[in-house]
């Protein structure tokens, strides 16, 4: 009997994509311990919120740098393998920090050399798995993957982000930053096991080899990524908009919110805060399920608004019960975002050319938060912590204006997909692809889209997208 696509756990019957989506579950618990230990790590060797902003804008900027040539590299070589690597390599990098907190030896410059070679090598990893995702599944079971891959790192970040609080205050943020280097190994071993069936190969019977463009230099691939990105007006102006939406978010939750929960209501209540606004994402999965509408994008974008709700809730100093609450519908509303900013992207993006445009996504989303990051202290001394919580409110409410006035954000339509239940059924039975290859699926963007409804000046951007800002929940 043919897979029904619409159920929520339908993609689950394709052995690839349950290992990708194990592999996220398993980085994303160490990855919701990780921002806890460090931030207080750092309060317990200095007390100073701008010496957390050097340790975290740290690992940010260069994270952004190599941005770019993790997405060549994604876009080049099997994905699953990229992210291997990339694991190995961060885990190595999170247990010299946990050794550093561990025997106080752990000094600010360190620190930050630590963070920013973690970075680095997550650079590399970010790309390769946005990419991959639709390479797992076939096209009308994407929505649902998307829904319940992300789901089952939102879960994750629940329980890792709870475990942080307990961990911080009862055996120290050192250990906390150890099960996060642990998590790094587990999951590489687990993107290890992702094989994409031979039918999701682009070309006949799978022969990728036979279709695949002749490799050309790292300067040429970066230039034919950046013209998918640049000729999208929508794409670029949503994200110029999450670069300020991101910084704002970044140097508020980020840097201030630690600071502002130590002199309120405590470490555990800050842990349990960050669990709420998770535990919206996964609510907001399990409604993005099963409402599915046309303008799929607009409705993302509408209620990116709601990211204002921690902001203001820690400069109104409310309670934490109420944080919570507000971090709550925060979670459930970016998750419609980050869903339909998925969809739109692998919808619309060819898939030889989709790292690359992720990653000029990710850097441009992603630019300005190490300069909030490290501003926001030093803002916040001269301004007031309150002051600085409400402007970064107001950023985030002009962001979202910014892009709901792209025509193209308001207009754009999910198509329905070519593959019918059959072909589903067939994928499940495949044989794994041999060895690890690239692979590219046919372009979506090769044919012009029957519901997307064309710009005034038939803009070849109608229809193309990256993905948001931080997982985004980059804003994670």
């Given at each position: 009997?043919?897979?029904?696509?619409?159920?929520?756990?339908?993609?689950?019957?394709?052995?690839?994509?349950?290992?990708?989506?194990?592999?996220?579950?398993?980085?994303?618990?160490?990855?919701?311990?990780?921002?806890?230990?460090?931030?207080?790590?750092?309060?317990?060797?200095?007390?100073?919120?701008?010496?957390?902003?050097?340790?975290?804008?740290?690992?940010?900027?260069?994270?952004?740098?190599?941005?770019?040539?993790?997405?060549?590299?994604?876009?080049?070589?099997?994905?699953?393998?990229?992210?291997?690597?990339?694991?190995?390599?961060?885990?190595?990098?999170?247990?010299?920090?946990?050794?550093?907190?561990?025997?106080?030896?752990?000094?600010?410059?360190?620190?930050?050399?630590?963070?920013?070679?973690?970075?680095?090598?997550?650079?590399?990893?970010?790309?390769?798995?946005?990419?991959?995702?639709?390479?797992?599944?076939?096209?009308?079971?994407?929505?649902?993957?998307?829904?319940?891959?992300?789901?089952?790192?939102?879960?994750?970040?629940?329980?890792?982000a709870s475990l942080g609080g307990v961990l911080v205050a009862t055996?120290?943020?050192?250990?906390?930053?150890?099960?996060?280097?642990?998590?790094?190994?587990?999951?590489?071993?687990?993107?290890?096991?992702?094989?994409?069936?031979?039918?999701?190969?682009?070309?006949?019977?799978?022969?990728?080899?036979?279709?695949?463009?002749?490799?050309?230099?790292?300067?040429?691939?970066?230039?034919?990524?950046?013209?998918?990105?640049?000729?999208?007006?929508?794409?670029?102006?949503?994200?110029?908009?999450?670069?300020?939406?991101?910084?704002?978010?970044?140097?508020?939750?980020?840097?201030?919110?630690?600071?502002?929960?130590?002199?309120?209501?405590?470490?555990?209540?800050?842990?349990?805060?960050?669990?709420?606004?998770?535990?919206?994402?996964?609510?907001?999965?399990?409604?993005?399920?099963?409402?599915?509408?046309?303008?799929?994008?607009?409705?993302?974008?509408?209620?990116?608004?709601?990211?204002?709700?921690?902001?203001?809730?820690?400069?109104?100093?409310?309670?934490?019960?109420?944080?919570?609450?507000?971090?709550?519908?925060?979670?459930?509303?970016?998750?419609?975002?980050?869903?339909?900013?998925?969809?739109?992207?692998?919808?619309?993006?060819?898939?030889?050319?989709?790292?690359?445009?992720?990653?000029?996504?990710?850097?441009?989303?992603?630019?300005?938060?190490?300069?909030?990051?490290?501003?926001?202290?030093?803002?916040?001394?001269?301004?007031?912590?309150?002051?600085?919580?409400?402007?970064?409110?107001?950023?985030?409410?002009?962001?979202?204006?910014?892009?709901?006035?792209?025509?193209?954000?308001?207009?754009?339509?999910?198509?329905?997909?070519?593959?019918?239940?059959?072909?589903?059924?067939?994928?499940?039975?495949?044989?794994?692809?041999?060895?690890?290859?690239?692979?590219?699926?046919?372009?979506?963007?090769?044919?012009?889209?029957?519901?997307?409804?064309?710009?005034?000046?038939?803009?070849?951007?109608?229809?193309?997208?990256?993905?948001?800002?931080?997982?985004?929940?980059?804003?994670?």
């Open positions: 009997m043919p897979a029904d696509h619409r159920s929520a756990l339908a993609p689950l019957r394709f052995p690839a994509f349950r290992f990708l989506a194990a592999g996220r579950g398993v980085n994303t618990l160490g990855s919701g311990v990780a921002p806890i230990a460090l931030a207080f790590a750092v309060q317990d060797m200095t007390g100073s919120v701008s010496d957390l902003g050097l340790v975290v804008g740290s690992r940010t900027l260069f994270n952004v740098v190599f941005l770019l040539f993790g997405g060549v590299i994604a876009d080049r070589f099997a994905r699953h393998l990229v992210m291997v690597g990339s694991g190995v390599l961060s885990a190595c990098s999170q247990a010299a920090v946990a050794a550093l907190v561990l025997t106080h030896s752990a000094n600010i410059p360190l620190l930050m050399a630590l963070s920013a070679a973690n970075g680095t090598f997550s650079a590399f990893a970010l790309p390769a798995s946005s990419a991959l995702v639709p390479q797992t599944v076939p096209e009308d079971f994407r929505q649902s993957a998307n829904a319940l891959n992300r789901m089952v790192g939102n879960a994750a970040q629940i329980v890792g055996v120290g943020p050192g250990w906390g930053l150890a099960a996060d280097s642990a998590s790094f190994l587990l999951s590489a071993a687990l993107f290890l096991q992702v094989r994409v069936p031979k039918q999701l190969l682009q070309g006949p019977a799978g022969a990728e080899d036979a279709t695949a463009p002749a490799r050309t230099g790292l300067i040429a691939e970066l230039r034919e990524g950046w013209q998918e990105f640049a000729s999208r007006t929508w794409v670029w102006v949503v994200v110029v908009a999450f670069a300020f939406i991101n910084a704002g978010l970044g140097g508020s939750v980020q840097v201030l919110g630690p600071a502002v929960a130590d002199e309120t209501f405590g470490r555990l209540w800050w842990g349990a805060i960050l669990a709420a606004e998770t535990a919206g994402m996964v609510v907001g999965g399990l409604l993005a399920m099963r409402l599915r509408p046309q303008r799929l994008l607009l409705v993302g974008v509408v209620c990116v608004g709601a990211e204002v709700a921690l902001p203001l809730g820690l400069g109104l100093h409310l309670p934490a019960v109420a944080v919570a609450g507000a971090g709550f519908i925060a979670g459930v509303c970016i998750e419609q975002f980050g869903i339909a900013w998925e969809m739109s992207l692998q919808q619309e993006i060819p898939a030889d050319r989709l790292a690359r445009v992720y990653s000029y996504d990710m850097v441009g989303s992603f630019v300005a938060i190490p300069v909030a990051q490290i501003a926001i202290g030093p803002l916040a001394l001269l301004l007031g912590t309150r002051a600085a919580l409400y402007s970064a409110a107001a950023v985030i409410v002009v962001g979202t204006l910014a892009m709901l006035s792209v025509r193209e954000v308001r207009t754009l339509r999910v198509r329905t997909p070519r593959r019918g239940p059959e072909a589903a059924d067939a994928a499940l039975t495949a044989e794994p692809a041999a060895g690890p290859s690239l692979v590219t699926m046919p372009s979506p963007a090769a044919e012009p889209s029957p519901t997307a409804e064309p710009s005034p000046a038939a803009d070849p951007a109608l229809g193309q997208d990256v993905a948001a800002g931080p997982d985004p929940a980059a804003t994670r």
